[in-house]
């Protein structure tokens, strides 16, 4: 039987009828948050502004403020890590392939494959271990060798997982304590993530604690960075941060002690320790930990943009966020129409350093403040990175690992916009997300009820895809997903799912806003992720660091 | 009433000859009269391109924003509504690109590969490669291809509209209909 074939035209000519079109209640609603936000901006014609919203009915009604549903309180779980990285670590036994190159050793006890909450496999000697697999230790604790050489020796009943970072290796800490023996690193980093902490490791000796109220990271040997949110502390041997300040100080030979390499390390400590004080970096470094890092670019050249005439030139949307993207090398980092306040906000913020950490930042309040043109005067700046200092990749800046590009940032705003912050930390209302028992309970071929969710799904190896009222995960951690919940909800939120490893599911759903409108029926982002995946998000708040622009000059151009 | 000395704002690096006239700021009743009237175009376009409320809203919002900044181009009164509505093509188009950046946290390439789940899904495909073609086009060939496409505007209405000729406008349809084109004759052969 013959089929028709579409001629190109008449595909066309679909396909143009298939553009989206706005109904007359939509354009209604957008146009009240327009001129809403248009009125906040304070800048001309204030009395049209008010006389258009008096003009559209519900004005006041309706503010572009996202409505929480139900008001239920839960108690915050709060994950502890211990990591120590243990260069003595040296144990010689039965090797395993943890995945292509990788090797796992075990000294005592056993190791399990996490399968699922009521699954678990022992894993067996030499047997390969796919990236993202969670791996836990029994009552004996259990000692890995990485791909990189790096071992990793881990404390009873501890769980993690192993992946692939753009630049070296990622340890998921979900629970219990490890210790870390980092092998060199050439040229890129292993990381150790809690659900508080991030440390960046190029080849050093360190401990990190985690106790009910936070992590703490403690160093043996050498030098460690560490994030927590927007802020980041470089460490040295006998130096130790908590992520809470409530934590009970404990020194760190306590905090290896159950290490069955403990004397190893504890030697290595205080062989540190001693080679500091000789160089006599060990008196200032206590106090330093809280100081700005002497990191700057080494020149800087700052410009006006023009962003009408400008081929440069990038929109500047409503947070004061642009378009545009910094782009970034070995020797240089140029960004092209940035806002100050886009700076700022990738220098003092955590999370990705382009349009869509800005816009996060922004939409959840974390950084504010500075007079209007802070928000809409544009910048082309092109920096040379010194030599020795990290190099990163556009990956990096996407996962927002650029600690050392952070700081310089922050001598460059310091120095040329004169730029003052003051930091606090705040309440602010938040969600959590939790996992229901058997979560996250719909694989990916088990919930597609949409062509758009089928489509990407079935394509997409490995990420996180939001489409036309979907997301879809797949094989990525629940951390992947709290960004582009943050973005739909406009507030933190707070990953207590306690879920490690990767994950693939559907999540079909109405943004809140076509709702609202009546341009979109379906279930909310809440009850989708309830009913569909077993995740549940409840209202909370919790305590941010919030950044205020107190001060900032116009640079001299060069 | 519009005030056609209305000048770019001065920028220190600009000649003297570049820049004679001091921009003004529009009217309460001027800028109110710009937004009822225009509104239902930048925003439909906007979403057209952008395919979400959120979107559309930042273009229509950022562009009223260089109207009260005084971002807007000597010639604004004599033609608001093309100047406004290239804009939002522009504008709707840069925000596309940049999703294409951002919203995707896996890797691109995966998303390469096809797959044959029904006529629904090639079409969301092709869609998809055919925006990004136009987004991919020469500024004005987009503004032409979404006023007669999306708008249904007549070849006239379209010269008018962008302050050329029909003649223009005919051949630039033309040729980003064949560019489209062939991009499907592409996705049907592989």
């Keep these: ?558 | 009433m519009h005030d056609a000395r209305r000048g770019f704002p001065v920028e220190e690096h600009m000649s003297t000859a570049a820049v004679v006239e001091v921009p003004k700021k529009p009217s309460s009743q001027e800028f109110g009269q710009i937004f009822q009237e225009h509104y239902d175009l930048i925003y439909r376009t906007a979403y057209s391109i952008t395919h979400t409320p959120e979107d559309a809203e930042d273009v229509v919002q950022t562009i009223f924003l260089r109207l009260l900044r005084r971002e807007f181009p000597p010639d604004l009164s004599k033609n608001p509504r093309g100047y406004l509505y290239r804009a939002a093509v522009n504008l709707s188009l840069k925000t596309i690109r940049a999703r294409q950046r951002h919203v995707l946290t896996g890797d691109e390439e995966q998303l390469e590969g096809s797959t044959d789940s029904g006529n629904y899904d090639r079409d969301e495909e092709l869609d998809q490669r055919l925006w990004k073609a136009i987004a991919e086009l020469n500024e004005s060939a987009a503004q032409i291809l979404i006023l007669r496409y999306i708008h249904n505007y007549s070849l006239a209405d379209i010269a008018k509209l962008l302050g050329t000729t029909r003649s223009t406008v005919a051949v630039n349809l033309f040729r980003s209909r064949a560019r489209l084109k062939k991009l499907i004759h592409a996705g049907d052969q592989s």
């Design chain 1, 1 to 558: 039987m013959k089929r028709h074939r579409r001629s190109a035209g008449e595909t066309l000519d679909q396909f143009f009828g298939r553009a989206p079109k706005p109904s007359p209640e939509q354009m209604d609603s957008s146009r009240q948050r327009i001129l809403q936000r248009l009125s906040w901006q304070r800048i001309a014609a204030p009395d049209a502004l008010m006389s258009l919203l008096r003009s559209a009915p519900d004005a006041d009604e309706n503010p572009p403020v996202r409505k929480p549903l139900r008001p239920v309180m839960i108690a915050l779980a709060v994950v502890e890590i211990v990591a120590v990285v243990g260069l003595m670590a040296l144990v010689r036994n039965l090797a395993l392939h943890v995945n292509s190159g990788g090797m796992v050793q075990t000294v005592e006890g056993t190791l399990y494959r996490v399968i699922s909450r009521a699954e678990s496999r022992v894993v067996q000697v030499g047997e390969k271990i796919e990236n993202g697999a969670l791996i836990h230790s029994d009552s004996n604790g259990a000692l890995l060798v990485l791909a990189d050489g790096s071992r990793v020796e881990m404390r009873s009943d501890s769980e993690l997982s192993v992946e692939r970072a753009s630049d070296g290796i990622r340890i998921r800490l979900s629970s219990g304590s490890i210790i870390v023996n980092a092998a060199k690193q050439r040229t890129g980093h292993l990381y150790v993530q809690t659900k508080d902490a991030t440390v960046s490791v190029v080849g050093t000796v360190f401990l990190v604690n985690a106790e009910e109220a936070g992590s703490r990271v403690a160093v043996i040997q050498g030098q460690v960075e560490v994030q927590q949110g927007p802020t980041w502390r470089k460490l040295s041997p006998g130096e130790q941060v908590a992520t809470n300040p409530v934590m009970v100080s404990a020194s760190v030979i306590e905090e290896i002690s159950w290490s069955r390499n403990a004397a190893a390390h504890i030697a290595l400590l205080e062989q540190s320790r001693a080679s500091l004080q000789q160089s006599a970096i060990t008196a200032s470094a206590l106090e330093s930990q809280n100081q700005p890092e002497p990191f700057a670019f080494e020149m800087v050249s700052i410009r006006r943009s023009n962003p009408i005439t400008g081929e440069r030139g990038a929109a500047v949307l409503s947070s004061g966020c642009t378009m545009s993207d910094p782009q970034i090398d070995a020797e240089r980092f140029v960004v092209a129409g940035t806002t100050l306040h886009s700076l700022v906000a990738w220098a003092y913020g955590s999370g990705s350093i382009d349009l869509a950490g800005c816009r996060r930042l922004s939409a959840l309040n974390l950084v504010s403040g500075g007079a209007d043109w802070v928000r809409s005067e544009q910048w082309d700046i092109e920096a040379v990175i010194p030599q020795g200092s990290p190099s990163y990749t556009p990956e990096q800046l996407r996962r927002g690992e650029v600690m050392t590009l952070r700081r310089m940032l922050r001598t460059l705003l310091e120095n040329r916009f004169k730029v003052a912050m003051r930091g606090e930390m705040k309440e602010v209302p938040a969600y959590t997300l939790t996992a229901e028992n058997g979560a996250p309970k719909s694989p990916i071929w088990a919930a597609v009820d949409s062509p758009t969710s089928r489509k990407v799904g079935a394509r997409l190896r490995s990420g996180v895809v939001q489409e036309r009222g979907a997301i879809v995960v797949r094989n990525a951690p629940i951390a992947d997903l709290i960004p582009l919940l943050e973005w739909q909800l406009n507030r933190p939120v707070l990953d207590r799912t306690a879920l490690m490893g990767q994950f693939s599911f559907v999540v079909n759903y109405a943004p809140l806003d076509q709702i609202q409108s009546g341009a979109f029926f379906g279930p909310s982002i809440f009850a989708a992720l309830q009913e569909q995946v077993g995740l549940k998000l409840e209202p909370t708040t919790t305590s941010m660091e919030v950044w205020v622009v107190e001060r900032a000059e116009k640079p001299s151009e060069n």
